[in-house]
Protein backbone atom coordinates (compact mmCIF):
# COMPACT_ATOMS: atom_id res chain seq x y z
CA UNK A 1 0.00 0.00 0.00
CA UNK A 2 1.33 3.44 -0.93
CA UNK A 3 1.81 5.63 1.53
CA UNK A 4 -0.39 8.92 0.97
CA UNK A 5 1.44 12.64 -0.23
CA UNK A 6 0.72 15.46 1.18
CA UNK A 7 2.61 18.96 0.39
CA UNK A 8 2.43 22.16 2.74
CA UNK A 9 2.88 25.34 1.91
CA UNK A 10 2.65 28.56 4.19
CA UNK A 11 2.63 32.04 3.06
CA UNK A 12 2.86 34.49 5.96
CA UNK A 13 1.93 37.93 6.04
CA UNK A 14 1.73 39.47 9.69
CA UNK A 15 -0.77 38.17 11.58
CA UNK A 16 -2.01 35.78 9.02
CA UNK A 17 -1.23 32.77 7.01
CA UNK A 18 -2.17 31.20 4.06
CA UNK A 19 -1.98 27.38 4.22
CA UNK A 20 -2.30 25.60 0.79
CA UNK A 21 -2.54 21.58 1.46
CA UNK A 22 -1.59 19.55 -1.87
CA UNK A 23 -2.19 16.13 -2.04
CA UNK A 24 -3.87 13.92 0.37
CA UNK A 25 -5.43 13.96 3.82
CA UNK A 26 -5.98 10.45 5.48
CA UNK A 27 -4.78 8.91 8.95
CA UNK A 28 -0.93 8.96 7.55
CA UNK A 29 -0.31 12.53 6.52
CA UNK A 30 -3.04 13.86 9.05
CA UNK A 31 -0.60 14.56 12.42
CA UNK A 32 1.44 16.99 9.58
CA UNK A 33 -2.08 19.23 8.36
CA UNK A 34 -2.11 19.82 12.59
CA UNK A 35 1.24 19.92 13.24
CA UNK A 36 1.52 22.72 10.78
CA UNK A 37 -1.54 24.22 12.01
CA UNK A 38 0.12 24.43 15.49
CA UNK A 39 2.70 25.93 14.51
CA UNK A 40 0.93 28.86 13.02
CA UNK A 41 -0.15 29.39 16.19
CA UNK A 42 3.25 28.94 18.00
CA UNK A 43 4.43 31.34 15.37
CA UNK A 44 1.63 34.10 16.79
CA UNK A 45 -0.24 33.43 13.84
CA UNK A 46 -4.20 34.18 14.47
CA UNK A 47 -5.85 34.19 11.45
CA UNK A 48 -5.37 30.98 8.99
CA UNK A 49 -6.88 30.63 5.32
CA UNK A 50 -6.62 26.90 4.44
CA UNK A 51 -7.00 26.57 0.18
CA UNK A 52 -7.62 23.29 -0.15
CA UNK A 53 -7.88 23.35 -3.77
CA UNK A 54 -4.95 20.97 -5.13
CA UNK A 55 -6.43 18.48 -2.14
CA UNK A 56 -7.75 14.99 -4.19
CA UNK A 57 -9.17 13.23 -0.84
CA UNK A 58 -9.80 14.16 2.71
CA UNK A 59 -11.08 11.78 5.19
CA UNK A 60 -12.45 11.93 8.70
CA UNK A 61 -9.08 11.72 9.95
CA UNK A 62 -8.63 15.36 8.24
CA UNK A 63 -11.77 16.51 9.36
CA UNK A 64 -10.81 15.63 13.17
CA UNK A 65 -7.67 17.55 12.58
CA UNK A 66 -9.02 20.85 11.03
CA UNK A 67 -11.50 20.73 13.86
CA UNK A 68 -9.16 20.00 16.70
CA UNK A 69 -7.03 23.20 15.22
CA UNK A 70 -10.04 25.45 14.63
CA UNK A 71 -10.16 24.89 18.46
CA UNK A 72 -7.06 26.10 19.31
CA UNK A 73 -7.37 28.33 17.31
CA UNK A 74 -10.35 29.60 18.71
CA UNK A 75 -8.78 29.81 22.39
CA UNK A 76 -6.03 31.60 21.26
CA UNK A 77 -8.43 34.45 19.71
CA UNK A 78 -7.76 34.04 16.17
CA UNK A 79 -9.89 32.34 13.31
CA UNK A 80 -9.68 29.01 11.04
CA UNK A 81 -11.57 28.95 7.58
CA UNK A 82 -11.28 26.11 5.30
CA UNK A 83 -11.31 27.31 1.41
CA UNK A 84 -12.32 25.04 -1.99
CA UNK A 85 -12.94 21.69 0.34
CA UNK A 86 -12.84 18.75 -2.11
CA UNK A 87 -15.70 16.82 -2.77
CA UNK A 88 -15.14 14.15 0.18
CA UNK A 89 -14.60 16.33 2.98
CA UNK A 90 -17.45 18.35 1.45
CA UNK A 91 -19.39 15.49 2.37
CA UNK A 92 -17.91 14.50 5.35
CA UNK A 93 -18.64 18.30 7.04
CA UNK A 94 -22.33 18.30 5.93
CA UNK A 95 -22.63 14.82 7.39
CA UNK A 96 -21.33 15.98 10.16
CA UNK A 97 -23.44 19.26 10.10
CA UNK A 98 -20.32 21.16 11.01
CA UNK A 99 -19.60 23.27 8.28
CA UNK A 100 -20.23 26.16 9.96
CA UNK A 101 -17.08 25.50 12.14
CA UNK A 102 -14.67 25.53 9.43
CA UNK A 103 -16.07 26.93 6.34
CA UNK A 104 -17.41 30.33 8.09
CA UNK A 105 -21.08 29.51 6.89
CA UNK A 106 -24.32 30.37 8.78
CA UNK A 107 -25.54 27.97 11.04
CA UNK A 108 -28.37 26.76 8.82
CA UNK A 109 -26.78 26.87 5.26
CA UNK A 110 -26.34 23.44 3.96
CA UNK A 111 -23.08 23.06 1.42
CA UNK A 112 -23.43 21.79 -2.04
CA UNK A 113 -20.83 19.08 -2.12
CA UNK A 114 -21.54 17.77 -5.64
CA UNK A 115 -21.99 21.61 -7.42
CA UNK A 116 -25.82 21.00 -7.41
CA UNK A 117 -27.89 23.76 -6.97
CA UNK A 118 -27.80 25.45 -3.45
CA UNK A 119 -30.29 24.06 -0.81
CA UNK A 120 -33.12 25.99 0.99
CA UNK A 121 -32.01 27.13 4.52
CA UNK A 122 -32.96 24.45 6.96
CA UNK A 123 -36.15 24.92 8.92
CA UNK A 124 -35.46 25.24 12.80
CA UNK A 125 -36.03 21.91 14.37
CA UNK A 126 -39.85 21.84 15.92
CA UNK A 127 -39.39 19.37 19.31
CA UNK A 128 -42.90 19.88 20.13
CA UNK A 129 -43.61 17.61 17.33
CA UNK A 130 -41.55 15.19 18.32
CA UNK A 131 -42.58 12.03 20.57
CA UNK A 132 -41.02 11.73 24.37
CA UNK A 133 -38.21 9.01 24.14
CA UNK A 134 -36.90 7.76 27.89
CA UNK A 135 -33.16 8.25 28.78
CA UNK A 136 -32.98 5.53 30.36
CA UNK A 137 -34.53 2.19 30.06
CA UNK A 138 -34.93 -0.67 32.29
CA UNK A 139 -35.66 0.38 36.30
CA UNK A 140 -33.55 2.65 37.40
CA UNK A 141 -33.61 4.16 41.33
Known amino acids: ?17 LITLSGEIDLESAPLVLESLERCLRDGIR ?46 LDLAD ?6 GLPFD ?8 TPAAPRPAPSHRSLPPVPVLSGDVR
Open 1 to 17: MPLSQLTVHRHDQRKQA
Open 47 to 92: TIDIDLTPVTFCDCSGLNAFLHAAQQTTVAGGTLRLHHPPTTLARI
Open 109 to 116: HVPCPLGD
Open 98 to 103: CGFLLL
